[in-house]
């Protein structure tokens, strides 16, 4: 179809605007060939003709459907224009607030003018890893393009920024380097990354400057490369910087700055730090104040600068580094306030005592009349002399700015070399990634040599450019078997040749500036000779200073003043000798001579002009635009060396005014950035292209049913084509793309628009004829009724009159009445008929039932006698069975007691004799203890005896040294000096030995009194024991000759019966051995005994010994016996005494409480004999319900020997005490003579140092005097002492007697027992033919158990394993490293595994073995990390140890805390762990299963990230709803065109089901897998969000559809696993709001306030995202206007909430572990043979 056919009525173009530069019109007239005008209607209701050219008709061109505005590629734009770019961008830009928009391989940002939320990390990450045309257009996407085309095809890649002034080229650039900061960490501890992106604030700092058109403006070029691994890791970067503005440093226009360094530093004049620098305000310097506002709006500079040393820092650039660069920073400021002077007659002058002056001398360490001298005058070499020239104001004024400049150049360059050499990284380069940052064209009203090496520059870039796309559309079209046409397209050769070719502009200027004497004007001459016949240059007609060249972009004109001097960029000789000559040695390497071969030189050398002076000639020949056109040359070869990536900064308008778009200025830039120019390009050939799913998916609707039939969608693409368009060269078909030249897309969305109209037509016309066709038929039946009532009406009124109404009334009453009267008659027959029947009905029945209930009662009758005596007859029969075998089984027991009592009887015997004779010691022991007492009785007599005459005495001995304490006097002061520094030494030494004497004895004495009591309570019991057995000896000799006769007559009956009981009775001989052992051990006890009264006998000796020696002078020997203790304590002074009757009441106290103790044991060891004694009558019980029913004999028999062995098993525990009792012995014999031996030793010792310290004391007598009180004090103790203990001898006696009392009681309840048996003796006489009977029948079950394996004991275990040390490796080995979580031991119990290591953590605690314990900990602990860190990517093994890690931690909670048995059985409280507290292994446990579930939710959101956004956005859940649009030419690459790999939200759903399937199949806890199912559910819903958030193409009402039902899918997915509570859907909130969000209504305000209201989760700024990303699917959905999203905007300002545009797709729940008790019995658990665990031991 022809372009020219498309301008139909209805349909829009642009025409040209002044204003506007284009505004849109609807054409109202079709136009046909031949036409002179075009109707237009423009949008403000004006009719306008558009005259038109007939012989060549110039028509406008179209507008785009407005479905394909606001598209995120303009190359998907069916018209591809100037004015369709424009309004795309105006669309996107101020309705939809997007910066970003693809241009083919062109990203367009415009400057928002305001920071916006999408630079985040976590937009960082969203990009990452993703295909270019997946997601919104960004600064990221480009980055990660060039990030990932650098590591997939090993090449290197460029990203170039250009644009104007303020376009945003600095903060782009700056994000691109960020973003590979982000998602290339260095593997280095240096963070070169962070370098990287620290550099910025340098370079801005010393480059950057405010300007009329931008705050921060880059005044120079930047090509920064950032440098890579080989995996892909940064470890470096290298920055090159081209033409630096030096001019700005000494000039700046009106508003405007110097370098942000100035000020940042004058900020801080008032800093301590900075007083040597002696700055000043901004305003008081020339160079910083030229512009007049110092200031930026917003911009904090103290702030910015202490930022800026921060980065200084960071860099390694220390501190005096940086004190060089602001002392020089400082003096260029002080260099530019030296005054200048006018001398007359062309001279200058500086005064030498200028304040500004010397500071600049001091801070550079130069000469100050050098310097004055050198810029008032000039040095002029002639051939006979040297002339010194005095130099005018201006002159002088000049070579001071030049000075100023080419030092501030020189700095800079040095702070980007040092910068260069911190980014540098040990290590080789494996590719690199350039990001330049470079101004873009420039248009001034006043252009000098910066724009004209600038524009020079964009021309190199825009050839590079053209290049590049030219190349890009041939690989296109070659890669899709297109036929190639050779596409003509602007080329730019000329014009670079016109400035950099040989007699080009360039050539020129340098050969002018060759000549010193040459000028502008000279130069301009040149030109106009060389180059008039060039058509790109011209000639203005109105100035003769000025030159114009017709660039790419635009014509330029250049004045020409000022060329030669910034390209010779000149500085006198003289001056660079001085600043050469400075001591200053950081300045003065900035003019070192530099090598010839050098090209980055700076500055021009001027010198003399002698001949002989050859460096200077050769440094002339480097001027500023040769290094420019060097440097640029090697920039492109750079570029051509990568792969470039393109990003176009565009500034909307030169207020800075936010989201305010002006079209001149945009379309200005457009041209001049080539973003028009590829639109050229594509639009010449076929610029629509679409691949065959979107066409088909897109145009179904214009298939016929034929067509969409047909399984080939490729082959009924290109039929439907080729039927819609009949001019095949209007598209072509590729191998995967269907090509459309311009205007066909748009054709064919005319046709889709008008069958979608035709469709609605036609369901609008059914529906309408419906409803219509439905009321009429209501209102044609209405009419009908009506008519029926009307037409009855008037019949009646034509045909009724008076007598005929008489005449039908009276009928009527006739026939009333007869009526009436005969249907009384027939009532009343039928009346009577129906009672009758009735009651012969009811007689007969009632008479049925009665005989029926008379049948049941006799049947009830007979049944009863009958069933009463079958059961009697069955419970005799029962009764004599039972009866005959209880009495054959109390036979066989009766026997077997009495062989095992003649076996003990001689045993018996002689543990009698040795008891007696053990007895009568005890009785001597008790004679010998009464006599003790008589003995202390007369010991107190004599003691009061003694007592008068110790007073008497004391009376006469106070009289005499009365009369002696005069003479004495003198000497007791002169003894007391002396006394107090012996009794100081002597006390010390003393109380010392003394406690430690204290203690020892106190020891020993505990010791032996427990022994003792131990002893004695043994004693008593084996008494006791005796005296039974000798009751039972008896009884039991009696029945043995009244039951040999019977035993002898049923031992053939009863043989068979004896040999399943032998096993017992073998167990029952040990108890005669153990008793024997009673009896050596009471023999051990005797000798031990004897052993201590004779070493105590032995050290009261010593004591007497002792205590005659200290006190024989002064008391009497009966004194002294009293004295004496009978526990051997020592008695010398009073404390002595005190203490040792101290210790003595805490001895007793202590042998008062075992004693209780002991008295405890025996009443509880009473209490078990009386529980024996109950045991056996409920075994007589017992006995009576055996042998129910003869299939059960066999079975009983086998319960009564396990519950025999059971009461055997206290044979071990007996064996257990005796050993103990043998060790415990032992021990004290030991310790006995060791403390004998010790107490020996310091008995000396102590007799030695109180001799001493008694013969020296001998003066001081009253010391004595207050002993004899205090021995008065000591008897009373004495005296109540022995009270006590005699109140304690009776105490014992009742204890005598209770037991004697337990002893009687005993032997009535055995006496009772024996007549029992004795009733059932008598009665087996007469149940011996019943024992004949059944003694066959036993014999046979015997017979089939003797067949079948012989019945072991039943065990009961413990729930432990037993395993050796040696055997852990191979332990952890089997349960954990190699086991695999498939396998059939797993499958029947998952947590097997941590059961079996918990049964061997409770043998450890059984031993009480801490080293083994905390080593089996440890091992499990470092075994499943080793295991978890080998298969951290394996969902299965993760989730299997994770199940099992949580279940061995809630075995070690159930099994160890008090707080969690409550839960659990009473079997399993018997379990608990003794021993150990595993509290601290715990938290380890816990810590270690928080990592392993952080890594299980890392791997299953590694798996289902893929398909989240395929399943939950780009798939059609519901069928037909949404349609897709072109999407230019980046095209997305996910599944949703690929069939093999589609992801659709069953796989979503299914990859669900696998991972809640297996967690549950681990036996994984259901808390747990609610919070892993949430988890997961927050992915999806986050990832599915952001998604939406970067993609204004998911952003539709249809789409909003879809996602509700994705999401009610997932709903169904949980209510079918029960997992509703786990608050899984909450965390779709945010995507169920934002669906909604979709579909909602967007018009009103009420609608506006609904969604204020609703969308709860949603912060406004994703809330204002959706509204402005909102995108119509076709033209019959509308877009949101920007008033309704600013009246939505108003009412969310009510609302607080966060502010950032993404979700964090990385957050994670906290994870907790709730205690569930396990009801698994550990006892009951068996180890399989396929884990091959034979070592492990069940106990």
């Known amino acids: 179809m022809a372009l020219s056919e498309l301008y139909t009525k209805y349909n829009r173009v642009w025409i040209p605007d002044e204003e506007q530069v284009w505004k849109s019109a609807e054409i109202t007239r079709d136009f046909h060939s031949g036409d002179d005008v075009l109707e237009l209607l423009l949008e403000d209701g004006t009719v306008r003709l558009h005259p038109v050219d007939p012989s060549k008709p110039k028509l406008p061109p179209l507008r785009n459907p407005d479905i394909l505005v606001g598209e995120n590629d303009l190359t998907a734009l069916s018209y591809l224009h100037e004015p369709a770019v424009l309004h795309n961008l105006k669309v996107r830009f101020v309705e939809s607030r997007i910066i970003y928009t693809y241009c083919g391989i062109i990203l367009v940002a415009v400057n928002p003018y305001k920071q916006l939320p999408v630079y985040g990390d976590a937009i960082i990450h969203a990009y990452s890893g993703q295909n270019m045309g997946d997601m919104d257009p960004h600064i990221f996407a480009v980055a990660e393009e060039a990030y990932k085309q650098m590591a997939r095809n090993h090449k290197n890649q460029s990203i170039i920024v250009s644009g104007e002034s303020g376009a945003g080229k600095t903060v782009s650039a700056r994000y691109a380097m960020r973003y590979f900061a982000v998602v290339s960490k260095s593997g280095s ?9 620290a550099s910025n604030p340098i370079t801005e700092a010393i480059g950057n400057a405010k300007t009329t058109r931008n705050d921060n403006s880059s005044r120079f070029g930047k090509y920064t490369e950032i440098s890579f691994d080989r995996r892909y890791r940064i470890i470096g970067a290298n920055m090159r910087t081209y033409l630096l503005e030096k001019s700005r440093v000494v000039f700046q226009a009106e508003n405007e700055r110097n370098y942000h360094i100035f000020y940042q530093m004058c900020s801080c004049a008032d800093s301590a730090e900075f007083k040597h620098l002696r700055l000043l305000s901004a305003d008081e310097f020339r160079y910083t104040g030229m512009g007049g506002d110092i200031t930026i709006d917003g911009v904090n500079d103290r702030k910015d600068f202490e930022e800026t040393r921060q980065t200084f820092f960071l860099l390694g650039l220390k501190e005096d580094f940086q004190s060089d660069v602001f002392k020089v920073l400082a003096a260029i400021l002080h260099l530019g306030n030296v005054e200048i002077r006018s001398s007359g007659d062309d001279k200058s002058s500086a005064p030498l005592s200028d304040s500004h002056l010397a500071a600049f001398c001091d801070l550079l360490c130069v000469s100050a009349a050098e310097l004055v001298r050198w810029l008032c005058n000039r040095r002029i070499v002639l051939v006979a002399e040297t002339v010194v020239k005095p130099v005018p104001k201006e002159r002088a004024a000049a070579g001071r700015d030049a000075l100023a ?51 020079y520059a964009n021309e190199k870039l825009q050839q590079q450019f053209n290049l590049h796309v030219f190349k890009l559309e041939q690989e296109e079209y070659m890669k899709e078997d297109i036929p190639w046409t050779l596409i003509d397209f602007y080329d730019n050769q000329p014009v670079i040749d016109l400035i950099e070719a040989k007699m080009g502009i360039l050539d020129l200027l340098d050969e002018e500036c060759l000549f010193p004497q040459g000028t502008d004007q000279s130069w301009l001459q040149k030109l106009f000779n060389y180059l008039e016949a060039n058509p790109l240059f011209e000639k203005p007609r109105l100035s003769n200073e000025a030159f114009v060249i017709q660039h790419f972009a635009d014509k330029v004109e250049y004045q020409c003043r000022g060329f030669l001097e910034k390209n010779r960029d000149a500085l006198y000789e003289e001056l660079v000798d001085t600043m050469r000559a400075s001591k200053f040695s950081f300045l003065a390497h900035f003019f070192q001579e530099e090598e010839p071969s050098r090209a980055t030189s700076k500055g021009i050398k001027v010198k003399s002009a002698r001949p002989s002076v050859k460096p200077a000639n050769k440094q002339l020949r480097t001027s500023v635009g040769d290094k420019f056109r060097s440097s640029l040359s090697l920039l492109m070869e750079t570029l051509n060396a990568t792969t470039p990536h393109y990003v176009r900064c565009i500034k909307p308008n030169d207020e800075k005014l936010p989201f305010e778009y002006d079209s001149g200025r945009v379309v200005q830039q457009l041209r001049a950035c080539g973003v028009l120019e590829t639109i050229r390009i594509s639009a010449q050939s076929y610029p629509s292209r679409w691949t065959y799913i979107e066409f088909y998916s897109r145009y179904s609707i214009l298939m016929s049913h034929v067509e969409a039939d047909f399984n080939d969608k490729k082959q009924t693409c290109k039929n439907v084509l080729q039927r819609l368009i009949q001019d095949s060269n209007q598209y072509k078909f590729g191998r995967t793309k269907i090509f459309f030249r311009a205007g066909q897309v748009a054709y064919l969305e005319k046709l889709r628009l008008d069958r979608l109209r035709g469709a609605c037509v036609t369901i609008q016309k059914h529906v309408r004829g419906w409803s219509r066709k439905r009321k009429y038929l209501r209102i044609r039946e209405a009419a009908v009724i009506l008519q029926q009532y009307i037409r009855g009406k008037r019949t009646i009124r034509k045909t009724v009159t008076a007598e005929t109404l008489k005449r039908g009334w009276a009928a009527v009453v006739i026939q009333r009445y007869w009526r009436g009267y005969r249907m009384r008659q027939i009532y009343h027959a039928v009346q009577m008929a129906s009672i009758t029947i009735q009651a012969f009905t009811r007689g007969w029945m009632t008479r049925k039932r009665y005989k029926k209930m008379m049948e049941e009662h006799k049947a009830l009758v007979l049944q009863k006698y ?19 075998v209880q009495l054959s089984y109390r036979v066989q027991q009766l026997r077997k007691k009495s062989e095992e009592q003649n076996k003990e009887n001689r045993a018996l015997m002689e543990r009698l004799t040795s008891l007696a004779s053990s007895h009568s010691q005890t009785m001597e022991k008790l004679h010998s203890q009464e006599a003790q007492l008589e003995k202390l009785t007369t010991l107190k007599a004599s003691l009061e005896e003694r007592e008068k005459k110790a007073r008497e005495e004391a009376s006469m001995t106070i009289n005499q040294l009365q009369r002696r304490f005069e003479e004495l006097n003198t000497e007791k002061q002169n003894l007391e000096k002396k006394l107090e520094v012996s009794i100081k030494k002597t006390k010390e030494s003393f109380d010392q030995v003394k406690r430690s004497l204290l203690e020892e004895k106190e020891n020993e004495v505990r010791l032996r009194k427990i022994a003792e009591n131990n002893t004695d309570i043994q004693r008593h019991d084996h008494e006791k024991e005796l005296e039974t057995l000798k009751e039972e000896l008896k009884r039991l000799k009696e029945d043995r000759v009244s039951l040999q006769r019977k035993v002898e007559d049923g031992a053939q009956v009863c043989s068979d019966l004896q040999e399943q009981v032998i096993q017992l009775t073998k167990h029952v001989k040990v108890i005669p051995e153990l008793r024997r052992d009673l009896n050596n051990l009471q023999n051990q006890k005797d000798n031990l005994d004897r052993k201590m009264k004779e070493e105590s006998e032995q050290t009261r000796a010593k004591t007497k010994e002792i205590i005659r020696q200290l006190l024989g002078g002064f008391i009497e020997e009966e004194k002294l016996l009293g004295l004496v203790p009978e526990d051997s304590e020592k008695i010398y002074e009073l404390d002595d005494v005190q203490e040792a009757f101290e210790s003595l009441q805490k001895a007793t106290r202590l042998l008062e409480n075992h004693q209780k103790e002991q008295r405890e044991t025996y009443e509880s060891q009473m209490e078990g004999l009386t529980l024996r004694v109950e045991h056996l009558q409920n075994e007589n019980g017992k006995l009576q319900n055996l042998f129910q029913e003869k299939s059960n004999i066999n079975e009983d028999i086998r319960q009564e020997v396990s519950r025999l062995s059971s009461e055997n098993s206290v044979i071990p525990e007996l064996k257990l005490q005796v050993s103990e009792l043998h060790r415990q012995k032992q021990e004290l014999e030991t310790v006995v003579r060791e403390q004998n031996s010790e107490l020996a030793e310091k008995n000396m010792e102590i007799s ?15 010391h004595f005097e207050e002993k004899a009180k205090e021995l008065e004090e000591i008897r009373e103790e004495l005296q109540v002492r022995i009270e006590e203990l005699e109140e304690e001898n009776e105490h014992l006696k009742r204890q005598q007697l209770m037991e004697g009392e337990v002893k009687t009681k005993l032997r009535e309840e055995t006496s009772q027992l024996t007549a029992e048996n004795m009733d059932l003796e008598e009665q087996l006489d007469q149940k011996d033919r019943w024992i004949k009977k059944l003694h066959s029948q036993i014999k046979c079950l015997e017979m089939s158990q003797k067949a079948k394996q012989a019945p072991a004991l039943p065990k009961e275990y413990l729930g432990m394993l037993e395993y050796k040390r040696e055997d852990e490796a191979r332990l952890i080995q089997n349960i954990i490293t190699d086991l695999k979580p498939k396998g059939v031991v797993v499958n029947v119990i998952p947590t097997l595994p941590a059961f079996i290591l918990f049964m061997c953590v409770r043998h450890a605690d059984y031993l009480n ?9 440890n ?11 080998a298969h951290h990517k394996d969902f299965e093994s993760l989730s299997f140890w994770l199940s099992n890690t949580y279940q061995l931690l809630n075995c070690l909670k159930q099994y160890s805390g008090e707080e969690f048995l409550k839960q659990s059985t009473p079997r399993q409280k018997k379990n608990c762990l003794q021993n150990f507290d595993l509290s601290e292994h715990r938290q380890i446990l816990s810590d270690l299963a928080i990592q392993i579930y952080h890594q299980l939710i890392s791997v299953m959101q590694k798996t289902l990230t893929p398909a989240i956004v395929p399943g939950m956005l780009e798939h059609e859940s519901l069928q037909g709803i949404s349609s897709m649009k072109p999407t230019g030419f980046r095209k997305r690459s996910s599944s949703l065109y690929n069939d093999s790999e589609t992801y659709t939200i069953s796989s979503i759903l299914q990859e669900l089901s696998v991972f809640y399937s297996a967690m549950s199949h681990h036996g994984m806890e259901q808390s747990l897998t609610k919070q892993a199912v949430k988890q997961l559910f927050f992915l999806i819903g986050a990832t599915t969000f952001n998604q939406i958030m970067l993609r204004k193409d998911m952003c539709s009402c249809r789409k909003g559809m879809q996602i509700r039902c994705n999401i009610s899918y997932l709903e169904e997915w949980l209510k079918e696993n029960g997992l509703q509570s786990c608050g899984a859907i909450d965390t779709l909130r945010p995507l169920a709001q934002a669906a909604w969000l979709l579909q909602v209504n967007k018009s009103t305000d009420e609608d506006a306030k609904e969604i204020a209201e609703k969308c709860t989760e ?19 959905e509308k877009r949101v206007t920007s008033s309704f999203v600013r009246q939505v905007q108003s009412f969310l300002q009510e609302y607080e909430g966060a502010t950032q545009l993404m979700l964090d797709t990385d957050y994670r729940f906290q994870v907790t572990f709730p205690f569930y008790p396990s009801s698994t019995a550990l006892e009951s658990l068996q180890v399989p043979s396929s884990l091959h665990l034979e070592f492990l031991t069940r106990i």
Not at 1409 to 1417: E, F, G, P, Q, R
Request: aromatic share 10%.
């Open 189 to 197: 501890q240096t963070r070169v990354e962070d370098k990287v992106l």
């Open 405 to 455: 400049k080419q030092i501030y150049a020189h700095l800079f360059d040095c702070i980007i070399s040092r910068i260069n050499t911190a980014l540098q990284v040990p290590g080789k380069q494996h590719a690199f990634i350039g990001v330049l940052d470079i101004y873009g064209f420039e248009t001034f009203d006043i252009n000098s040599f910066e724009q004209f090496c600038i524009n």
């Open 866 to 884: 009958a069933k009463a005596w079958l059961a009697r007859r069955r419970f005799q029969t029962m009764r004599r069975l039972v009866l005959n």
């Open 1248 to 1262: 030695n140092i109180l001799h001493k310290k008694i013969t020296e004391e001998s003066s001081q007598r009253r």
């Open 1409 to 1417: 073995d801490d080293n083994k314990l905390k080593s089996l900990m």
């Open 1419 to 1429: 091992g499990i602990i470092q075994g499943v990390k080793k295991v978890v860190l």
């Open 1658 to 1676: 949603l912060n406004p700024v994703q809330i204002v995202k959706i509204l402005n990303s909102y995108t119509p699917i076709d033209d019959f």
